[in-house]
């Protein structure tokens, strides 16, 4: 694990003020909160909003802790309603989380990132917590759906497992192919 006051202190810049700093501090657990947190704030509407928008399933304390990086990174349930209460594909905001959990883990590798790393994770950073499509435009990047397409290329794939009897089953999604 790198030096992680210095990645706080570079985190907090990147989010502002409202941010807190996780629990769980971990590529995973910050990448799960930035995306929330965008999310959120693209949505533009407040904790209560969200909350109303998920019936009550995710509690406004729930949605602000989650939103400024304090207590637990949220839950598979908690993104899934999360990401429908503001209007977004759950299986896109699990790409972006997934996406830039990836692309963190040199930052925590690293004891004092030199600029190459903090430069190559921020342009990452953008890319997975944009949600207006004119700033990915300008940053030159295809719509997240488009990435979805591509990667995922259309197949079944395993969007979650549970194990009974001794035995693994995955549950899985098509994406549909538009036009």
């Not at 769980?24 to 909003?49: E, I, N």
Request: aromatic letters at 10%.
């Amino acid at each position: 694990m790198g030096n992680s006051n210095y990645i706080e202190q570079f985190i907090e810049s990147i989010l502002g003020s409202d941010y807190m700093g996780p629990v769980d501090s971990t590529p995973a657990g910050f990448a799960s909160h930035a995306v929330l947190q965008r999310m959120v704030k693209h949505f533009g509407h407040g904790y209560t909003a969200v909350e109303r928008a998920t019936d009550g399933e995710v509690k406004y304390n729930r949605v602000r802790d989650i939103c400024i990086g304090q207590k637990a990174p949220a839950k598979v349930s908690e993104v899934i309603a999360m990401a429908r209460a503001c209007s977004q594909e759950p299986l896109e905001i699990f790409y972006r989380i997934t996406g830039l959990e990836n692309r963190s883990r040199n930052l925590w590798k690293a004891e004092e990132p030199g600029d190459d790393v903090l430069n190559e994770w921020m342009r990452h950073f953008e890319r997975y917590t944009l949600f207006d499509e004119n700033e990915r435009r300008e940053y030159g990047l295809a719509p997240v759906r488009d990435d979805i397409i591509r990667e995922l290329s259309g197949d079944d794939v395993v969007v979650g497992t549970y194990g009974r009897d001794g035995k693994t089953y995955a549950f899985t999604a098509r994406i549909r192919m538009e036009g």
